[in-house]
T-cell receptor
Framework: RKEVEQDPGPFNVPEGATVAFNCTYS??????FFWYRQDCRKEPKLLMS???SGNEDGRFTAQLNRASQYISLLIRDSKLSDSATYLC??????????????FGKGTKLSVIP | EPEVTQTPSHQVTQMGQEVILRCVPI?????FYWYRQILGQKVEFLVS????????KSEIFDDQFSVERPDGSNFTLKIRSTKLEDSAMYFC?????????????FGPGTRLTVL
């Protein structure tokens, strides 16, 4: 069974703080990795893809460790607008050419003034 | 910017009734998906669709569910006889190609409430 596990949260942090989220996945055949952001009662939106070499997009840094099947997201200098649920997502061809996404339950972040 | 659209935004129905949820994927996309999210739970894959046929479906997608692309733009999810446990947000998504590294673009969702 393909599973993605995340920190349960919630994380309540002050503005300007650095916060890190962790995620593990069970399917070693997973091919692609993402962090999505979901605002309350809205659709998931791609925050960033995650590469083995690690990647950075402004205040956001994502890391992937394939050997440990572990993904992380670091948010620096948190803004009020970062308040959302962060979804760890993996994707891989199950053999049917479908590339379905498998989602974690998400970690809720609240940035406090 | 092109976007996936879904209608209706909220559907209320009685248990046992049929519902059709509608999606218009991004126009040059070829792969289509339905996901659902029960309140407070994770987003779950239901079905993928390519070249006018189902590519893959999850164990949730039983005989009560069906999908269709009736024309060049719409992609529908039908639930034949709704149950209370079908109450959820249903998200449609699309990608231009069948490659794992591509972003799946999600529509705003349809909130289905079964009474």
């Amino acid at each position: 069974r393909k599973e993605v596990e995340q920190d349960p949260g919630p994380f309540n942090v002050p503005e300007g703080a650095t916060v890190a989220f962790n995620c593990t996945y069970s399917n070693s055949a997973s091919q692609s990795f993402f962090w999505y952001r979901q605002d309350c009662r809205k659709e998931p939106k791609l925050l960033m893809s995650v590469y083995s070499s690690g990647n950075e997009d402004g205040r956001f840094t994502a890391q992937l460790n394939r050997a440990s099947q572990y993904i992380s997201l670091l948010i620096r200098d948190s803004k009020l607008s970062d308040s959302a649920t962060y979804l760890c997502v993996v994707n891989g061809d199950s053999g049917a050419g479908s590339y379905q996404l498998t989602f974690g339950k998400g970690t809720k972040l609240s940035v406090i003034p | 910017e092109p976007e996936v659209t879904q209608t209706p935004s909220h559907q209320v129905t009685q248990m046992g009734q049929e519902v059709i949820l509608r999606c218009v994927p991004i126009s040059n996309h070829l792969y289509f998906y339905w996901y659902r999210q029960i309140l407070g739970q994770k987003v779950e894959f239901l079905v993928s669709f390519y070249n006018n046929e189902i590519s893959e479906k999850s164990e949730i997608f039983d005989d009560q569910f069906s999908v269709e692309r009736p024309d060049g733009s719409n992609f529908t999810l039908k639930i034949r006889s709704t149950k209370l446990e079908d109450s959820a947000m249903y998200f449609c998504a699309s990608t231009p190609r069948g490659t794992s590294g591509l972003e799946q673009f999600f529509g705003p969702g349809t909130r289905l409430t079964v009474l």
